[in-house]
């Protein structure tokens, strides 16, 4: 028999995953805060459930895709937390954004009575989500992603398991530190070539023939250069995201001045009014900043 599933928090990525979930054949109930966002998948075959203990109870798997640490901290352990009333044996597979201690921690609280979590971000964004295509990076036991894996299959194309509890959102942190401090310097970079009336669009080709070749320079550099700042990935969620990287390094007493650096900008770039824009934006930020 399949495994039953539930998934909780059906926005942005949640309703995609939870589609793709429904689609490959798992029994299936869905709960969101706000119900109407149920409804799509319950045309699909899900059962829509009233509250997340109801959609949780005797699940074998508990999909995740909250927004932040506290979310995901509350609907586990808070007044109305689900923990208790998860059968034995269950895995939550939390695949929001979060912070890694707090990860390894509710991983530890719930490994105390017979239940395992998996973090399990992803990347990939909306289209990802509804194409079943997102790469997910886990962090937890073996066993656990062994019994969740048919269900996490129906939603990640790549899935990598990095090691131990915390260790997926530790890599989800990694790769957005990596992503911004890159775009970071070809925004500077970028406003360096205005300056000096030098074709931004021929230095990124030399750029791409040595070793600052990365995503970013073909990619984003691109983007910028271009004008085109519809989303794509947010500002105001690599604010967050950042937000999250900086905390976490910060609690784990990381020096961490590339990341602090990142925050202000990322925090600049929503506070100038383009959260809503694709955040390769930073760009446009630098140059407005820049006294000319
Ligand atoms: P979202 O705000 O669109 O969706 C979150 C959903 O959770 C909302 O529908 C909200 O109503 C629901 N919710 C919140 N608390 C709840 C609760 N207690 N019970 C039931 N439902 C609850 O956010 P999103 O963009 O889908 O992102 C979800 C997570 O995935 C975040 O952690 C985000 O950082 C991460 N993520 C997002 C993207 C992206 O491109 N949007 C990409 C990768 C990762």
Redesign the pocket.
């Known amino acids: 028999p399949k495994l039953s599933v539930a998934c ?8 995609g995953i939870a589609s793709n979930i429904v689609r490959s054949g798992f029994p299936t109930r869905v ?4 119900p109407e ?1 149920a409804a799509a998948l319950s045309a699909l075959g899900a059962v829509s459930a009233l509250s ?1 203990a109801e959609a949780a109870a005797d699940a074998d798997v508990v999909v995740l ?4 640490t506290r ?1 995901v901290e ?2 586990l352990f ?1 007044e109305a937390g689900i923990a208790g009333s998860l059968a034995p044996g269950v895995v939550v597979v939390d ?4 912070d890694a201690v707090a990860a390894r921690g509710m991983a530890e609280r719930l490994a105390a009575s017979g239940r395992h979590m998996l973090d399990a ?6 289209k ?2 509804a194409e079943g295509t ?1 790469s997910c990076m886990i962090g937890g036991a073996d066993e656990a992603l062994a019994r969740a894996r048919p269900v996490i299959e129906a939603f990640a194309k790549t899935i990598v398991h990095v090691g131990a509890s915390g260790a997926g959102q530790v890599t ?1 942190a990694c790769n957005q530190i990596c992503v911004a401090a890159s775009m970071a310097a070809v925004a500077e970079s970028v406003a360096l070539c205005g300056a000096m009336d030098v074709d931004a669009y021929r230095v990124r080709e030399a750029l791409l023939g040595g070793a600052a070749r990365s995503t970013v320079v073909e990619k984003h550099m691109q983007r910028l250069l271009d004008g085109d700042t519809a ?1 794509g ?2 500002a105001v ?1 690599m604010e ?2 950042i937000g ?1 990287a900086l905390d976490t390094l910060r609690g784990l007493r990381v020096a961490s001045p590339v990341t602090a650096v990142l925050d202000q900008l990322m925090h600049g770039l929503v506070a100038s009014g383009r959260g809503d824009q694709d955040w390769c934006s930073l760009g446009h930020l630098i140059q407005e900043r820049s006294n000319r």
């Open positions: 909780i928090g059906l926005g942005v990525m949640g309703a709960h969101n805060r706000s966002k997340a895709s909250l927004p932040a979310d509350a609907l808070g695949t929001s954004t979060i971000p992803v990347s990939g964004g909306q990802g989500a997102l989800k989303p990935f947010r969620l967050k995201d999250i």
